[in-house]
């Protein structure tokens, strides 16, 4: 029984410095971006597991990491090796194995100007939405133009996560019942591309409530948190203005819609910024915003109809709606004639009724 239970122990101290080093990170897409880093970094030591790495001499892996340093300096550009030296930093800290990392991020290359930091133009939305046919990607790409959210974040939205709001939008919840949860929007072309996709699901007998996921795979089951990243780096190779450098395009396949929402609403002399960054979930652009600044979901969208026309792709749609906007200001402009007409007739007999009274 005693053998046992040490078998036990050894098999839970065989994990332990991998255990720490996950305990570490929060989000699943650092996780595995993290332990792909760190299997790379194992890979180079020669060492057989993580466990006998820890237990090396500091001065003997400090020697390691800097070679392994010199090899990805010849790979990779600065951000690639910040991305892998911080996940071999966090597992020897998790570890409580102190090292020199002031001394390795000292031995860093220097910034390039960085690749794929141009916005898609409507154009490129427009092409990408023209060459596919799948309904389920024209309104993949549809809520991405038209609500800025990340690619990472698609997986969960489900159905509950919609709310009306009126000119045809509705009100996006995105990480709903999370410390990042915020709201966006998604543009009436937007809705549109739903029904019809929701529509295709319902014929093939699928029941839609309130719990279904905006998206399924062909399969039926749930996107995988990388499927949206990957289906847009095959549909922007339609783009063929999408210049490469190196390994890198100057548009990234999906940040480069949210880029273009972010541009769209900063762009406009009328904009509030600060909600902007709301409704992008930027949550640390303005220190202390999410502890104080807390804009209700009306104030949100009277920012998003700003820019609403500039975010659709449908020339039709962006015109109906611009006409829409000025039948309602004409409206207005005849409501507030009509009631100074009121005002000046209700002064006019007022004036009347005192210079009556003054003859008398």
């Not at 050894?10 to 410095?17: L, W």
Request: charge should be positive; hydrophobic fraction near 35%.
């Amino acid at each position: 029984m005693a053998k046992y239970n040490l078998k036990k122990s050894n098999e839970v101290k065989n994990q332990r410095s991998i255990l720490l080093f996950e305990s570490g990170i929060k989000a699943k897409a650092t996780l595995k971006a993290y332990t792909n880093s760190l299997d790379q970094f194992l890979k180079f030591s020669k060492v057989s597991d993580y466990d006998s790495l820890i237990n090396l001499e500091p001065k003997q892996i400090q020697i390691i990491i800097e070679d392994f340093l010199m090899v990805c300096k010849r790979k990779y550009r600065y951000g690639s090796i910040d991305n892998i030296f911080s996940a071999i930093q966090l597992f020897f800290t998790m570890n409580d194995v102190m090292l020199n990392f002031k001394k390795i991020r000292k031995m860093f290359p220097e910034r390039e100007k960085p690749y794929g930091d141009k916005p898609y133009t409507t154009e490129d939305v427009k092409l990408l939405l023209d060459q596919t046919k799948t309904l389920k990607f024209k309104a993949l790409i549809y809520l991405l133009s038209s609500s800025g959210v990340r690619a990472g974040s698609v997986h969960e939205l489900q159905v509950k996560d919609l709310k009306d709001m009126g000119h045809g939008c509705k009100a996006l919840t995105v990480y709903p019942n999370t410390i990042a949860e915020y709201h966006t929007f998604i543009s009436p072309e937007c809705v549109k591309s739903f029904d019809v996709y929701f529509e295709q699901r319902k014929k093939k007998g699928e029941k839609i409530t309130e719990n279904s996921y905006l998206f399924l795979t062909d399969r039926d089951t749930k996107f995988c948190p990388e499927y949206v990243s990957i289906t847009m780096c095959r549909l922007a190779l339609k783009l063929h203005d999408r210049k490469k450098t190196g390994l890198r395009y100057d548009k990234m396949a999906s940040h480069g819609i949210r880029k273009r929402w972010d541009t769209i609403l900063k762009m406009r002399h009328d904009v509030n910024i600060n909600l902007v960054e709301k409704m992008i979930g930027h949550s640390r652009t303005i220190p202390l915003d999410n502890v104080y600044f807390k804009p209700t979901l009306e104030q949100l969208f009277s920012e998003y109809l700003k820019a609403l026309p500039d975010l659709m792709i449908d020339e039709t749609l962006k015109l109906k709606d611009e006409l829409e906007k000025k039948d309602n200001e004409i409206e207005m402009l005849k409501r507030n004639q009509d009631e100074r007409i009121l005002l000046l007739e209700a002064q006019h007999k007022e004036i009347a009724e005192h210079i009556k009274n003054l003859k008398s």
